[in-house]
């Protein structure tokens, strides 16, 4: 019998062939990757979404008014009987449209209401929180309402507390929902002297209250402290759940 050494040669060479590159692994797993990234980036953008509320009906209150531009979002009573409106910022990425039941509700008691659009949902620039913080000084001092109240939720919070770092006169009344913030003896406000009051969640995953707590002391004495029991982060306003957030044991309702 003869040895054939080429037969073997291209056997192996065919299994070769049959082998997946190193090359063709990587594109693959990038692949896997880049959808992933994208069903995330959806799941994210309709989480973030205004819903599991009858937003359209908020509109057919005959008393109530509700205009809407391109940086806030206004709801208004038509005979508003007090002198006290609300600012209001939103959380990261959130739809302004989320806190609109809340908005309305106080409409509802005489309240005006201004929730004010992020820009990018976030304003993750310094210049352009510096122009929420320009927008909410125009609309306190160019309005009959004689007195503000400034509120925010998780990164609106946020931003709510540097503008009373910066301007400690301009509002009359601060509200902090869902945020551990401030957090930094740098933008503390142990020495303001308008009404504070902090609202959390008991099951607050994003913003925990143990966090919260630890920096009361960046907070001015008399800061109330309000604590929703069960309630968790994403509660404060309509839309989905958040990654990271606790298990409410309470309805929005």
């Known amino acids: 019998m003869k040895f054939h050494p080429t037969t073997t040669t291209h056997a192996a060479d065919a299994q070769d062939d049959?082998?997946?590159s190193k090359r063709g692994i990587w594109q693959v797993?990038?692949?896997?990757w880049v959808t992933a990234g994208l069903i995330f980036l959806l799941w994210l953008t309709r989480s973030y979404q205004a819903q599991g509320f009858a937003f359209e009906?908020?509109?057919?209150?005959?008393?109530?008014?509700?205009?809407e531009d391109d940086q806030a979002i206004?709801?208004?009573?038509?005979?508003?009987?007090?002198?006290v409106g609300l600012l209001f910022y939103p959380g990261g990425?959130?739809?302004?449209?989320?806190?609109?039941?809340?908005?309305?509700a106080l409409a509802m008691?005489?309240?005006?209401?201004?929730?004010?659009?992020l820009p990018y949902r976030s304003a993750p620039l310094a210049e352009q929180e510096a122009a929420v913080h320009t927008y909410t000084r125009q609309t306190m001092t160019g309005s009959i309402i004689q007195k503000w109240a400034l509120a925010g939720h998780s990164r609106g919070a946020a931003i709510a507390a540097r503008f009373a770092r910066h301007f400690p006169d301009a509002a009359d009344a601060l509200v902090l929902?869902?945020?551990?913030?401030?957090?930094?003896?740098?933008?503390?406000?142990a020495r303001l002297t308008i009404p504070v009051t902090k609202i959390y969640g008991t099951q607050d995953g994003i913003a925990d209250p143990e966090t919260m707590l630890a920096n009361r002391a960046l907070l001015p004495p008399q800061t109330n402290f309000v604590a929703?029991?069960?309630?968790?982060?994403?509660?404060?306003?309509?839309?989905?759940?958040?990654?990271g957030d606790g298990r409410a044991t309470i309805s929005r309702a």
């Open 57 to 67: 009906q908020l509109y057919l209150t005959p008393s109530i008014l509700i205009n």
């Open 74 to 83: 206004e709801v208004f009573p038509i005979n508003h009987s007090h002198a």
């Open 93 to 104: 990425m959130v739809d302004p449209q989320a806190y609109l039941p809340m908005a309305h």
């Open 109 to 117: 008691q005489g309240y005006p209401v201004v929730i004010v659009k």
């Open 18 to 20: 049959r082998r997946p």
């Open 228 to 243: 929703i029991e069960g309630g968790n982060h994403s509660q404060f306003g309509y839309y989905g759940s958040q990654l």
């Open 29 to 32: 797993i990038r692949l896997l």
């Open 177 to 189: 929902i869902g945020t551990t913030h401030p957090k930094e003896e740098a933008w503390s406000l």
